[in-house]
Nanobody, 115 residues
Framework: QVKLVESGGGLVQPGGSLRLSCAASGSIFRFYAMGWYRQAPGKQRELVASISSGGSTNYADSVKGRFTISRDNAKNTVYLQMNSLKPEDTAVYYC?????????WGQGTQVTVSS
């Protein structure tokens, strides 16, 4: 069983930056493709970015050029660097495998972009 714990969210002004972290338990982390997902109020959860076990990345069009996903397999951690944040980035951010495994969803971390 893998447990995922997200952190690093907060309140930031438009144009600001945040770095999210997702710590995973379990030694098999390095074999999983991982993703960052977000869910805004009243909307469905959506994939923001993904990274393969080998480090290949993909991004949603809405965040391309602003967000960067990375991973440190030695630390069992995946990161999401978010720059040039916009109010529409406001959401609860989650990490999970890619594609997601239902039982692995964590609590998420709230990101609020507001002046």
């Amino acid at each position: 069983q893998v447990k995922l714990v997200e952190s690093g969210g907060g309140l930031v002004q438009p144009g600001g930056s945040l770095r999210l972290s997702c710590a995973a338990s379990g030694s098999i982390f390095r074999f999983y493709a991982m993703g960052w997902y977000r869910q805004a109020p009243g909307k469905q959860r959506e994939l923001v970015a993904s990274i393969s076990s080998g480090g290949s990345t993909n991004y949603a069009d809405s965040v391309k050029g602003r967000f960067t996903i990375s991973r440190d397999n030695a630390k069992n951690t995946v990161y999401l660097q978010m720059n040039s944040l916009k109010p529409e980035d406001t959401a609860v951010y989650y990490c999970n495998t890619f594609p997601p495994i239902q039982g692995y969803w964590g609590q998420g971390t709230q990101v609020t972009v507001s002046s």
